[in-house]
């Protein structure tokens, strides 16, 4: 291997292989100034409750659009702590969606609400707003949409039904880095919006972690209390001496985000908007080769930016089309299949084959590829041109 290539530099070839995701590139990419954020955390001696946390909320909140940030340990604290903090719990029920990840829902039962799922729009595979209006009892207390692959759900139509009907959204963005309605961020448009940082997402920490975003600054205090054991942050110390004396106010959970993390992950926000433009970039390439084929394509509703956390087609044989791929040293995933309610873990709910038919169809056709700022174009190339053959 060259010392550029032990550099991080685009110097990579098809030879190397085509990643979903690649960690080893974005760290050899800002090594130096990742290597310097470890140190100075290590260095200072403030594992915990240091100034890292704050100052990466501080830098999401405003790349982000909006007024506070919370830190948290995964994406999955983040939802599960905006709900707790919104007053969500037993006897209510939250609409949400069944092609997901697993935390979407199991957010929702850990603060001991009902989930109720409602299929989805058959272009974007995101909530299906007219069955949400159907789905709406006297005992729903918040809507949880996703915002899926990076593309938005339809906030609009979402949004308007929570005011009709006097009920909280909680946006699942933790694939959507970036992405908006008519300029406006995802995120912004409900009450919360949730975000994840693991390694494979847009921004991703070096292990586990997550962000919540809100305009109110009572709910941003009140997820900070509950990810934090039920006590204040002022109450922390940060200079390594001795703190105050215990003062609960809440039974929180420990959901916070680490002082590492966080300032690894404010190293990457600088590269953030780079490595997007180059998902866009890699997505508009695949799209514009591939339209003459057999391979259904991803949508961009208009007015909206997808950020293609992963670029998702269509195929008639995926089998056959995974293996062609793998033997080219192409990677591909099956993302979040079977959907939610084929998973033996909620089989308890008794939902059957067919009762959410678009995820169904969805889940039994699609394919992820490469699509991240790792992916060279002589990769790229190698992907349209094995793709190209096997979908001719």
């Not at 979407?104 to 007219?130: C, L």
């Not at 591939?290 to 991803?298: K, V």
């Not at 950020?307 to 033997?327: F, G, H, K, M």
């Not at 979040?336 to 089989?347: I, K, N």
Request: hydrophobic share 40%; with cysteine.
């Amino acid at each position: 291997m060259t010392s550029e290539r032990r550099k991080g530099t685009d110097l990579r070839s098809p030879q190397d292989g085509v990643l979903m995701s690649d960690p080893v590139w974005e760290y050899r990419s800002l090594k130096r100034e990742i290597d310097g954020a470890i140190a100075g955390v290590l260095e200072r001696g403030l594992l915990d409750w240091g100034p890292e946390v704050p100052a990466f909320e501080e830098a999401f909140a405003r790349w982000s659009g909006v007024a506070y940030a919370v830190g948290f340990n995964s994406g999955m604290a983040a939802l599960k702590v905006a709900l707790k903090a919104l007053g969500v719990g037993p006897g209510d029920e939250v609409i949400t969606v069944p092609n997901s990840d697993i935390s979407t829902t199991s957010a929702i039962h850990h603060v001991g609400a009902k989930s109720v799922w409602v299929d989805v729009e058959r272009d974007t595979m995101t909530m299906d707003p007219v069955l949400v209006e159907e789905a709406i009892t006297e005992r729903t207390k918040a809507l949880l949409p996703v915002h899926l692959y990076g593309h938005p759900a339809d906030m609009k139509a979402i949004c308007e039904l929570a005011s009709k009907y006097r009920l909280f959204v909680i946006e699942d963005a933790c694939l959507a880095v970036g992405a908006s309605i008519d300029g406006r961020p995802v995120g912004r448009w409900g009450d919360v919006g949730c975000f994840s940082h693991a390694p494979s997402k847009h921004l991703g920490a070096c292990g586990s972690a997550g962000t919540a975003v809100t305009d109110d600054e009572s709910l941003a205090e009140r997820m900070r209390l509950l990810a934090g054991y039920g006590e204040s942050r002022q109450r922390k110390t940060c200079d390594g001496k001795a703190g105050q004396s215990q003062h609960y106010v809440a039974e929180g959970f420990n959901e916070r985000m680490d002082e590492l993390q966080a300032s690894i992950l404010s190293v990457k926000l600088s590269r953030l908007g780079e490595w997007v433009a180059a998902r866009r970039a890699n997505a508009g390439a695949y799209s514009d080769a591939f339209r003459a084929t057999g391979i259904r394509l991803p949508i961009e509703r208009p007015g909206c930016r997808h950020t293609y956390r992963n670029y998702i087609i269509r195929v008639s044989r995926r089998e056959r089309t995974q293996r062609a791929l793998a033997d080219a040293g192409i990677a591909s995933g099956q993302v979040y299949v079977p959907p939610l309610h084929l998973q033996p873990v909620y089989r308890r709910l008794g939902h059957k084959r067919g009762a959410y038919p678009v995820t169904e169809e969805a889940c039994a056709t699609l394919l992820s590829v490469p699509v991240g700022p790792h992916v060279s174009p002589a990769q790229r190339k190698l992907v349209i041109r094995t793709l190209a053959r096997l979908e001719a």
